[in-house]
């Protein structure tokens, strides 16, 4: 298949994933890491940027007569809460239990629904990515250079990006940087996974957060909840699930995680009414792609984290 000017620059994942519609994120990923994907006769890696006139190959993909069918169904229109919209950008405050993206087992994500939705819109991309169960400040670009221009700034760590992280137990104040690189891999059954590795580790990569205590919620031992601790967290890398990692790796996994989290108190917050994990993208700091203003926005916590901090710190 041919790149085409309104495909340029966006990495080959998610060129493959948009193009090859109905085949599993882990096959696509899978062939990339093979090698069996080519640009212009040559292996390419899932970050490498494509242009404009790129001839890119990719081997023979088989999937089942029940996904190809379920990838022919239209996603259902959906607008979602602005923040922001302007001819280049739209900023959305994502919920919480939607992928920002069809692919691996999810049919359809923000994007899909949004393009659904405004069928007059010639271009409409994801700037960046949350996953499905974090909340807030999502970008979505309008034109092919503001996608270039807010992505460049989010691979030169130009942009400003602080979320809120409900943790167990009392963090400790002097711990406000965790530098420590990641691995990313996947299990047995394909699922994506990351730990914490060491520095010698070739494929270890420096990530760096930023952890700053916002409220200390008491245990309240008579309804079996331990003591709690509500954080910003401002990430200096982007590294998948770097947030969840990092805070668990220091024995405070972050409250619903259900990868990296103590499963065990997932269950008995589940009955307080808190059916998620606590990880809210709460702050979004970035230059306008067309005026370079520098633009804050803020998403608020939705109601039922804010409704379950309320009721442990009245």
Do not use: C
């Not at 060129?15 to 006769?41: A, D, H, M, Q, W």
């Not at 909840?225 to 990092?246: D, F, N, S």
């Not at 259900?258 to 702050?283: C, E, I, P, S, T």
């Amino acid at each position: 298949m041919e790149v085409d000017a309104e495909s340029a620059g966006q990495r080959l994942d998610n060129f493959l994933i948009r193009e090859l519609k109905g085949v599993p994120k882990t096959l696509v990923y899978r062939i990339i890491r093979s090698g069996e994907v080519r640009i212009n006769k040559g292996r390419a890696s899932a970050d490498t940027r494509v242009a404009a006139g790129d001839v890119v190959r990719v081997p023979p993909v088989r999937i089942s007569d029940r996904v190809a069918e379920k990838a022919e169904r239209p996603a259902p229109a959906r607008e979602f809460p602005l923040l922001l919209e302007d001819e280049h950008v739209i900023a959305l405050d994502k919920p919480a239990g939607v992928a920002v993206h069809g692919g691996s087992g999810v049919s359809f994500g923000v994007i899909e629904q949004l393009r659904q939705a405004r069928p007059q819109a010639r271009f409409l991309e994801l700037v960046h990515r949350l996953d499905r169960e974090t909340s807030g400040v999502l970008l979505v670009a309008k034109k092919r250079s503001a996608l270039t221009h807010l992505q460049d700034q989010f691979r030169e760590r130009e942009t400003g990006k602080t979320y809120l992280a409900l943790v167990t137990g009392d963090w400790p104040d002097r711990l406000k940087v965790i530098d420590a690189p990641l691995h990313k891999y996947l299990q047995a059954d394909g699922e994506r996974r990351v730990r914490v590795t060491t520095a010698d580790d070739p494929d270890g990569m420096r990530s760096i957060t930023l952890v700053r205590v916002r409220t200390r919620l008491a245990a309240r031992s008579a309804e079996g909840l331990p003591a709690m601790t509500l954080l910003e967290v401002t990430i200096k890398t982007g590294r998948t699930h770097q947030i969840r990692v990092h805070l668990a790796s220091q024995g405070h996994p972050i409250v619903g995680d259900d990868k990296y989290g103590d499963f065990d108190l997932n269950r008995r917050v589940q009955k307080h009414a808190l059916r998620r994990m606590f990880l809210h993208a709460w702050r979004l700091q970035f230059n306008h792609p067309a005026s370079g203003e520098r633009i804050e926005l803020h998403a608020e916590l939705p109601p039922e984290l804010a409704g379950f901090v309320s009721a442990s710190h009245p």
